[in-house]
């Protein structure tokens, strides 16, 4: 069979994207005999994986659970955690030698270098006979039965077509739309995507209020749309970053408030007029600044009653501070976007999907797995797990 004076190759799994959940789907279909073809249009696979953690890897997370992932449907990750576990793919971390830490609740990252997750998935994809190719675009996709599409200049055809393409998130890593593209060319829901696990931006006073406290990280408890977080914040020149605002930015919506408590677990205003009596010549600044660091609670004194001894504040001074820090409450001007973003919220619409399988529903032999669907996970582990668990569904099955 020949187009276009190309033999047109078959195989019987085509999986486009070379990242976590591809290589994962891959490698599972090719352990079961099949015919796999993995096409990544980037120069190298896992690009997200190398740059991820540091460049460590933070490769799973031990306390992962469906209540971990947002998604329209918060049922639907359920078969495929449970089938695929994070011990499952510590086990295979652990086959291939690989040290690894836990750096704190429950994330694990490499000793090494997160190479060491790529060149892994890469031996078990040469195990079982997967071929893959780099530097190789899809430029047209004829889903059908079989399906055909063109591989650079080469047409492939597949009984099985598997889109691992990720979302819009890091186009600088080679991010692009395609999934969801050919999802919506084919009459397959796609929900509203947006920027999630991402710094926010400030604008006009309440950025100037900041200024010189960039780099600062404080401990604090972080909440936006319903959802909190005990984490750390961090100051940047634009706006607001750390562990606690990226995971806070996926609940969060436009034109609603970041509520930031500054004290997690004091009761600030029993505290200050606790100390006003024990130790009333002690200055705000110096109090704010065990929890706060000196520079910002120097700034938060400057900005809402001045620094002065305890004793010289009135009831009416302290609740002002309180209400400062507990919460302090900040208006985003919006998110760093796509550009910094970890991950993208949103997807494919999992009602069009098989929960067991990732094959949708409305067109036999297509599947969608990892970022592309709609589900997303917190911070620390959790969106690799859900690659790893999607991947592997759908590799049982393709």
Known sequence: MSEAGHTVEAFDVVVVGGGAAGLMCALTAGARGRRVLVLEHANRVGKKILMSGGGRCNFTNMYCEPENFISANPHFVKSALSRYTQWDFIALVEKHGIPYHEKKLGQLFCDGSSKDIVRMLLDECAAAGVTVRTDTAVTQVEPGAPHRLMAGSQPVSCESLVIATGGYSIPRMGATGFGLDLARSQNIPVRPTRPALVPFTLSGRPLEELEGLSGVSLDTMTRAGGAGFRENILFTHRGLSGPAVLQASS?????????????????????????????????????????????????????????????QLSNADIDQVVAACQPWTVWPAGTEGYRTAEVTLGGVDTDALSSKTMECRSAPGLYFIGEVVDVTGHLGGHNFQWAWASGHAAGEYV
Do not use: M
């Open 251 to 311: 609940y969060w919506e436009e034109g609603q408030p970041v509520e930031i408590d500054l004290f997690p677990e004091l009761d600030l205003a029993a505290h200050l007029r606790e100390l006003r009596e024990q130790r009333p010549k002690v200055e705000l600044k110096s109090v704010l600044g065990e929890q706060l660091t000196r520079r910002v609670a120097q700034r938060w004194c400057e900005l809402w009653v001045g620094n002065r001894p305890l004793d």
